[in-house]
């Protein structure tokens, strides 16, 4: 349950990142940000699997980054949802996906599934070996 919060505050803090660096995204504040964490987390959920199986074809001959429209259209979804969040445009929510997506990947990467931060250390021994 602690991992779940954790990865919830994660995505509230990627969404923020993304409305900071996306001139097209505005939040309007902390509230806003986490209620579209929570509402994309539903619709990635339960919405999403089904848009990539209807869409597989044209995601198979776009080798994949048809994806990132689907993420796109996600966002205005939330967008026209939760007030205080909003998505002027549709290249904005591209760009504001993939700053989602990326944040999201870097910071999930160091929490285990217990909500731990872990990493891995890495040291130099006995010449060339690394333990």
């Known amino acids: 349950m602690r991992g779940l919060f954790i990865r919830w505050l994660v995505l509230t803090f990627s969404i923020a990142a993304a409305s900071y660096l996306i001139s097209g995204i505005y ?3 902390f509230f ?3 209620f579209t964490a929570a509402l994309l987390g539903v619709l990635n959920t339960f919405l999403r699997p089904v ?3 209807l869409t597989l074809p044209i995601n198979i001959l776009s080798f994949g980054l048809f994806t990132f429209v689907i ?3 996600l966002l205005m979804m939330a967008s026209g949802v939760i007030p205080g969040f909003h998505v002027y445009g549709f290249w ?3 760009f504001g996906s993939l700053v989602i ?3 999201n990947w870097l910071l999930n990467s160091y929490i285990n599934d217990k909500g731990r931060i872990e990493y891995i250390d890495l040291r130099k021994r006995d ?3 690394w333990e």
């Open 92 to 94: 904005s929510a591209v």
């Open 71 to 73: 993420n796109a259209l």
């Open 27 to 29: 939040v309007s504040g």
């Open 127 to 129: 010449g060339n070996r």
């Open 51 to 53: 848009l990539i199986i």
């Open 101 to 103: 997506s990326i944040v």
């Open 32 to 34: 806003s940000a986490f």
